[in-house]
């Protein structure tokens, strides 16, 4: 079957840097989504990989092993807005999405 | 101007009612997107329509009807719904669905069934 593991839950202070890892076993495979949700909110886009390798985009990066089926994202300089649900999403060899159920991060002061 | 509207924002009705929520982009995009999201649970991808057609439907129960008349307007009409049905509905879009395309969010309706 598919699936997308990703840790339900994260706190980590402002000002630090977290990691949000995401495995995935999809049937074929054409790039990972990482979306961002604030509470009662739509989710909104934040980074697409599909070659290995990490790809910046200012305090956020994502990172790709497809050999691994592994997926992070990583997010620098934390703020308080920062506290929402990531979102991990794999396509499929259909071109569906796969998603995971998110992971809430908890900022502290 | 928001890419992708909803509305209604909040719903509450009754299991013998019938209603609409509505779904309009703003991106000149070709595929439309209905999925549900249940409280720390995956999105559930409902329905797909690619240039009107609608191309996914997965196992959705008949009591959703989606509809789809144009690329920039998706419906979905309720009728004889369950309490476990009360979810965020999310409508998404993008320029198709054959390729691996970033999906745009509307912001969801809120559905309570008593």
């Known amino acids: 079957g598919q699936n997308i593991d990703q840790p339900t839950e994260m706190t980590a202070t402002e000002g630090a840097i977290v990691q949000i890892n995401c495995t995935y076993q999809?049937?074929?495979?054409?790039?990972l989504f990482w979306y961002q949700q604030h509470a009662g909110e739509a989710p909104t886009f934040l980074s697409y990989?599909?070659l290995d390798g990490l790809e910046e985009k200012g305090r956020f990066s994502s990172f790709l092993s497809r050999s691994k089926g592994y997926s992070y994202l990583l997010l620098k300089e934390l703020q308080m807005k920062d506290s929402a649900s990531y979102l991990c999403a794999a396509s499929d060899s259909n071109y569906q999405l796969i998603w995971g159920a998110g992971t809430k991060l908890i900022i502290k002061p | 101007e928001t890419g992708v509207t909803q509305t209604p924002r909040h719903l509450v009705m009754g299991m013998t009612n019938k209603k609409s929520l509505k779904c309009e982009q703003h991106?000149?995009?070709?595929?439309m997107y209905w999925y549900k999201q249940s409280a720390k649970k995956p999105l559930e991808l409902m329905f797909v329509?690619?240039?009107?057609?609608?191309?996914e439907n997965n196992s959705v129960p008949s009591r959703f009807s989606p509809e789809c008349p144009n690329s920039s307007h998706l419906f979905l009409h309720l009728h004889t719904l369950q309490p476990e049905d009360s979810a965020l509905y999310l409508c998404a879009s993008s320029q198709a669905s054959e390729v691996t395309d970033t999906q745009y969010f509307g912001p969801g309706t809120r559905l309570t069934v008593l």
């Open positions: 329509y690619n240039f009107k057609e609608q191309t």
């Open positions: 990989n599909v």
């Open positions: 999809t049937s074929g495979f054409n790039g």
């Open positions: 991106l000149g995009h070709n595929a």
